[in-house]
Structure formats: C-alpha cells, structure tokens
C-alpha cells in the first residue's frame, strides 16, 4: 500500500535558519503530492502542492519539489520565522482509478521556531 | 463559502453513552472524509463517501463506529457505545469532484470519562 514517512517529529529552528523537513514516499501509482499545516485547534490546511514530476510547489516562502528519482517531497524555506510554527504533514494521493480522492498522510513534523 | 463544519466542537460524554457527531460539507463536493486524530495514531481515516456511497470503511475501527450521509449536504459519525480510547479530535473534509485537494473542518474535540 501507500505511504508517506516524515524523519523528524520535532524542529526547533531559530528564526531566520533555513528549514528542510524531510517527506519520502512509496506507491505504485502516478501520485501528486502536499504538504498541509495544521495551527493550534484547527483542521490541517493545504500548504502547497505539486502534481507531478519535476513540479515545485510554492507559498508564503516555503518550497518543495517532488522528485519522482529519490521519491521524496521535502519541505524548504529559506528564513523562517516564528509565525511558521505548526505542525506540517507530507500526504500523497495516488491518483489510482476508483480510488476517489483518498490521502495518505505522514505522520506530521512539528515545527517551533525560537526567537 | 463556509467551508466545512462540524458539530459539536467539543464533546464530553460518559463511557457507554452514543456520541453522535456531525458534519456539513462545502457545497458541490462529492467527496466526505471522516479522520480521528491521536498523539499515539496520528491522522487516520476512518471512513469516506462519494455522492453519499460509502466507499471505504477499512479504517473503522470497530463495530461501535458507524457513519452515514444521509444527503449531499449532511453526514454522522456514530459511536455506540463510547470508550475512553475513542478519545480523539474527529474531522470530517470534503473534497470537489476533479481536484483531490481536500478540505478539513475545524474539528470535534471529543473525550469520554
């Protein structure tokens, strides 16, 4: 079946680093590929997206390209700051005929930028 | 648009009593998720429909959980009878018919003693 692993639980950058949040993914399928945020006692929200290969997905800085060679979606900015705090989830869908919609979600990594 | 919404916010119940929650989705998806979120689980999806058919269930977790959708514009996730292990924030998502971008609501906070 689908998956989606995310490295690290926890980040703790301070702000102005640059960030990298890891995503791999496996699927037999064509996915297309997102990155959801999720702030304090909300429902995640689509971050970015990227379709298909070679697509770079792009908003309020953050950055990510899916890479079909080394299956993976990272997740990067170059300055952040402490407003970019909440937890990130990498999630696929594979796009496969009759599957609808459906998502496989990462485990979610937790970001806290420190001033 | 609304966007999704979800109803109660917050549950607090006794174990062995039915929770019902609900859940109203954007206008002309045809795509209704329910997912519960844990510490210890993560993100799971429980059960999603398409044009108010059940398509997959695989993630209900038992036989206590049931959910329907009655019509385009209106859903229930059932938990009879409830366990303190059910404790969980539940959302439901929507999802329009080409896009597979989904759609969260802001979640029910549910807890049973």
């Known amino acids: 079946g689908d998956s989606v692993v995310q490295t690290e639980g926890q980040v703790l950058p301070s702000e102005g680093d640059s960030l990298i949040v890891n995503c791999s993914y496996e699927?037999?399928?064509?996915?297309?590929l997102f990155w959801y945020v999720q702030y304090p006692g909300e429902g995640p929200q689509l971050h970015l997206k990227?379709?298909?290969?070679?697509d770079k997905g792009r908003n309020k800085g953050f950055e990510a390209m899916y890479r079909k060679e080394t299956t993976s979606f990272h997740l990067e900015k170059d300055s952040v700051q402490e407003s970019d705090s909440a937890v990130y989830f990498c999630?696929?869908?594979?796009?496969?005929?009759?599957?609808?919609?459906?998502?496989?979600f990462g485990t979610g990594t937790q970001l806290k930028v420190e001033l | 648009d609304a966007g999704v919404i979800q109803s109660p916010r917050h549950e607090v119940t006794e174990m062995g009593q039915e929770v019902t929650l609900r859940c109203k989705p954007i206008?002309?998806?045809?795509?209704l998720f329910w997912y519960r979120q844990t510490m210890m689980r993560g993100l799971e999806l429980l059960i999603y429909f398409n044009n108010n058919v059940p398509i997959d269930d695989s993630g209900m977790p038992e036989d206590r959980f049931s959910a329907k959708m009655p019509n385009a514009s209106f859903s229930t996730l059932k938990i009879q009878p409830s366990e303190p292990r059910d404790s969980a924030v539940y959302f439901c998502?929507?999802?329009?018919?080409?896009?597979?971008?989904?759609?969260f609501g802001p979640g029910t906070r549910l807890t049973v003693l």
């Open positions: 206008s002309g998806h045809d795509y």
């Open positions: 999630a696929l869908s594979d796009g496969a005929p009759g599957g609808g919609n459906k998502l496989t």
């Open positions: 998502a929507s999802s329009p018919p080409i896009y597979n971008e989904q759609f």
């Open positions: 699927t037999t399928q064509y996915p297309s």
């Open positions: 990227a379709m298909k290969a070679n």
